[in-house]
C-alpha cells in the first residue's frame, strides 16, 4: 500500500538549518509530482513546495522563497526539505504529499512531522 | 495572490445534509480538490475535480463548482464525518497551490 514517512523533525533553535526526509513506497514515485505542505499548531493548512517528476522544476511558498530548498532523489524514492534560516513562525506539522502525473490535487499524504522552533 | 475563503464552522444534525462553501474569484473556471482532515491525523482527499470521489470515498460526498463558489455536500451526515474540511486549487499563474482556511464541521 501507499506510504509516505517523514522524519527529520524535532526541536531546533532559531536559525538552525535541519532536513526533513519522506521516504515513499507503494507507487512509482518517479512519476509522481512531490509537495510539502504544513500546518501550525491549530491552524489551516499552507502549501509550502513543489518538485516535479524529476526534479527539474521547483516551486515555494512566497513565506519560504529563498530559504528553503526542495529535492528529491529516486533512485532512493525519498524526497527532502532543505530549512535555513528557521525562525519560530516555521513550527508546524511538515506532511509530504504525492501528486499523480500533472495533477493538481494532492492524492498521498504521509503522517507529518513536527518541526518545533523554540530557543 | 489567489485567494479561497471558506467559513469557520458549520454544524448539522445526524441524517441531515452539510453544504461547505468555498469562495475564490471566478473559481468556477478552476478545478477545486476538497479534503478531510481528523484530529491528530493527515489530510484525506474526499472529492477532486470539482465533483469525482476517490475510490473508498462514500457517496454521501460530492461537490460543485460554478461562478465564484465551489462547495462541498456530505449527504445523510455521520457522526464520524465531523472533522475539518479544506478546499484547494492550483495557481498557474504563480505557481502556487492554494489551501482556504478551512472550515470545522461538528455533528450536532
Known amino acids: 500500500q501507499v506510504q509516505l514517512v517523514e522524519s527529520g523533525g524535532g526541536v531546533v533553535q532559531p536559525g538552525r538549518s535541519p532536513r526533513l526526509s519522506c521516504v515513499a513506497s507503494g507507487f512509482t514515485v518517479s512519476r509522481h509530482a512531490m509537495h510539502w505542505v504544513r500546518q501550525a499548531p491549530g491552524k489551516g493548512l499552507e502549501w509550502v513546495a513543489y518538485v516535479s517528476y524529476d526534479g527539474s522544476k521547483t516551486y515555494y511558498a512566497d513565506s519560504v522563497k529563498g530559504r528553503f530548498t526542495i529535492s528529491r532523489d529516486n533512485s532512493r524514492n525519498t524526497l527532502y526539505l532543505q530549512m535555513n534560516s528557521l525562525r519560530a513562525d516555521d513550527t508546524a506539522v511538515y506532511y509530504c504529499?504525492?501528486?499523480?502525473?500533472?495533477?493538481?490535487?494532492?492524492?498521498?499524504w504521509g503522517q507529518g512531522t513536527l518541526v518545533t522552533v523554540s530557543s | 495572490s489567489y485567494v479561497l475563503t471558506q467559513p469557520p464552522s458549520v454544524s448539522v444534525a445526524p441524517g441531515q445534509t452539510a453544504s461547505i462553501s468555498c469562495g475564490g474569484s471566478?473559481?468556477?473556471?478552476?478545478?477545486v480538490h476538497w479534503y478531510q482532515q481528523k484530529p491528530g491525523q493527515a489530510p484525506v482527499l474526499v472529492v477532486y475535480?470539482?465533483?469525482d470521489r476517490p475510490s473508498g470515498i462514500p457517496e454521501r460526498f460530492s461537490g460543485s463548482n460554478s461562478g465564484n463558489t465551489a462547495t462541498l455536500t456530505i449527504n445523510r451526515v455521520e457522526a464520524g464525518d465531523e472533522a475539518d474540511y479544506y478546499c484547494q486549487v492550483s495557481d498557474g499563474s504563480s505557481d502556487h497551490w492554494v489551501f482556504g482556511g478551512g472550515t470545522k464541521l461538528t455533528v450536532l
Open positions: 475535480e470539482d465533483s
Open positions: 471566478n473559481i468556477g473556471s478552476r478545478s
Open positions: 504529499s504525492a501528486a499523480a502525473g500533472f495533477s493538481s490535487k494532492f492524492d498521498y
